[in-house]
């Protein structure tokens, strides 16, 4: 079973809100559309729903026109649930979902033994069956959003389309209603469209996203295709940073704070410097970035592949010396971050915890200090002592570097200040 929507255009009026949107969906898939508001999100699946007729283009069903089905037809094959699922009755829970069968039944006819059988079974897979004698009016948002998802199943729809179902939602709802998409899709071998505005939930989820931006797709495929930061940058405008999460290895969207940005736009070029960073374990990531940002070179080192200043440098290509995964720094390593460190105007030693395995960065602030003309920077958000897990190695040492003439910040964005005023 595949869903195929072929270069479709559809107008508000005379205003086009969707462009050549060109795209397929197989059976078992979860297909996560994100954009930003106003994109066009919400008239794309009322295009597929037929509740808004595409001007061109064709949207079909196992190669069935789906704007040529008679209404019944339609409803067994395509079940929505829309933004807002108010119910202004006090039905009861179980009477709205039975109202799921009415594609089933004949004219006048009652809902049968069956049917109950189809919506309790529906109930049942959502989670929401010890609901069905509840007035709607009372329940939930996460709980009547539950119910709104039973009722377009008992339609026993191929097509499940769904328009923001965890906006509003706990995240404990959120969690339930995505797995019980994926389960849907798993299991059931529904094609479930949704629109999903939570990035890192869709990317969580979903098999396959579509990036729609002012009408038009964008990106589509994987999330990591999709969620670029340039991606996000070009639809959205905002500035973010995309990461693989440590455990789930899936793309996770973190937005840039603006007291970083501004610092960013406050400052001016400077390309002819070189500022490395001795970092690790994500003391080093927003100084990459603002530094950066300001037209810095930037190195950094030494740090662990997968370490999110690892990660972080990878993106913004700046040059880093690595070591091997939660491994200690080798000779090897601390040799090459010290032709690093010659190369460099300023050093910043980052708010890094200290263990054995990196106290050689700390030898190598000291080697920085040494070098002629060379400034030591060095960034102390939380005391040396709290870091120190070294037996005191590390405290004494740090001491040393500030007795010396290391300059000290308490944060990273201040690092550009002074650098800036140098
Ligand atoms: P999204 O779901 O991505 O927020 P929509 O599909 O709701 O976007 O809207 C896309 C564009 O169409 C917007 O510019 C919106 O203002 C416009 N629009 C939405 N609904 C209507 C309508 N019923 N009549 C006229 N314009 C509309």
Not at 25 to 37: F, R, T
Not at 110 to 117: A, G, H, N, V, Y
Not at 180 to 199: P, Q, R, S
Not at 292 to 301: I, K, L, M, Q, W
Request: proline share 4%; charged share 25%; aromatic share 4%.
């Amino acid at each position: 079973m595949t869903l195929e929507i072929k270069d479709v255009d559809a107008y508000y009026g005379s205003v086009q809100v969707l462009e050549g949107v060109d795209f397929s969906a197989a059976q078992g898939e979860l297909l996560g559309i994100i954009g930003p508001n106003g994109s066009g999100k919400t008239t794309l699946l009322r295009a597929i729903a037929r509740i808004l007729k595409p001007r061109t283009g064709a949207i079909l069903l196992d190669g069935k026109q789906v704007m040529q089905m008679k209404d019944k037809e339609f409803s067994r094959q395509f079940a929505a649930v829309p933004q807002d699922t108010t119910i202004h009755f006090d039905f009861s829970a179980l009477d709205v979902v039975l109202m799921g069968r009415n594609p089933h039944l004949g004219r006048l006819e009652l809902e049968s033994e069956k049917d109950i059988d189809i919506a309790r079974r529906c109930m049942e897979l959502t989670n929401c069956w010890h609901l069905a004698e509840r007035p709607v009016t009372e329940l939930s948002g996460g709980e009547r959003q539950l119910v709104i998802i039973a009722r377009a199943l008992t339609q026993e729809p191929k097509v499940l389309l769904l328009d923001e179902p965890t906006s509003h939602l706990d995240i404990n709802y959120q969690i339930e209603i995505m797995e019980l998409l994926k389960h849907l899709t798993v299991h059931e071998g529904l094609i479930i469209i949704a629109v999903i505005h939570d990035l890192n939930l869709a990317a969580q989820y979903c098999d396959r996203l579509a990036l729609l931006r002012s009408g038009k797709i964008v990106s589509i495929g994987s999330e990591y295709e999709v969620l670029t930061a340039e991606n996000i940058k070009n639809a959205f405008g905002a500035d973010v940073i995309v990461k693989r999460h440590a455990v789930t290895n899936q793309c996770y969207v973190s937005p840039i704070p603006s007291s970083v940005k501004q610092q960013t736009e406050a400052a001016g070029k400077n390309s002819d410097i070189t500022i490395h960073l001795i970092c690790g374990g994500g003391a080093g990531a927003s100084l990459m970035y603002l530094l950066s940002e300001n037209g810095y070179n930037v190195t950094a080192g030494v740090v662990n592949m997968l370490d999110t200043d690892c990660e972080v440098a990878q993106l913004l290509n700046i040059p880093v010396v690595t070591e091997a995964p939660f491994s200690p720094i080798t000779e090897d390593a601390f040799n090459a971050h010290v032709k690093q460190i010659e190369k460099a105007d300023v050093v910043v030693l980052c708010n890094i915890p200290v263990g054995f395995g990196n106290l050689k960065n700390i030898e190598a602030a000291e080697v920085a200090l040494e070098q002629k003309g060379k400034k030591l920077m060095i960034v102390e958000t939380d005391p040396i002592e709290k870091r120190d897990f070294t037996g005191g190695d590390a405290t004494k040492r740090v001491i040393s570097l500030k007795d010396k003439g290391a300059v000290v910040v308490t944060k990273p964005e201040k690092v550009v200040g002074v650098v800036s005023t140098a």
